[in-house]
């Protein structure tokens, strides 16, 4: 679409700022060691989750994931998986 429109033209129609918008564009390409972080433990969440069972929630799965993350931020993956212990 920016072939299209000049980015300026975007940004402001979509009210956003011109160094907002390089900065998602490169965070797209190039995520932080957190980010990547967050997702090698998404995936250990799910395989922990499905060896479980589905009934371990957030505390439980802290417990039992490797490097023990803090169990704010086990939850809050756990939400953006969309998965509900029984």
Not at 7 to 31: A, F, I, K, M, T
Not at 75 to 86: K, P, Q, S, W, Y
């Amino acid at each position: 679409m920016s072939g299209d429109y000049e980015v300026s033209q975007l940004c402001r129609l979509l009210q956003v700022s011109r160094s907002g918008y390089y900065g998602w564009q490169q965070r797209e390409r190039h995520p932080g060691p957190r980010a990547v972080e967050n997702q090698a433990l998404r995936a250990e969440i799910r395989t922990a989750f499905a060896t479980h069972q589905a009934r371990y929630g957030s505390p439980r799965l802290t417990r039992v994931l490797p490097g023990r993350p803090s169990r704010n931020r086990v939850a809050r993956l756990v939400r953006l998986e969309h998965l509900h212990a029984r």
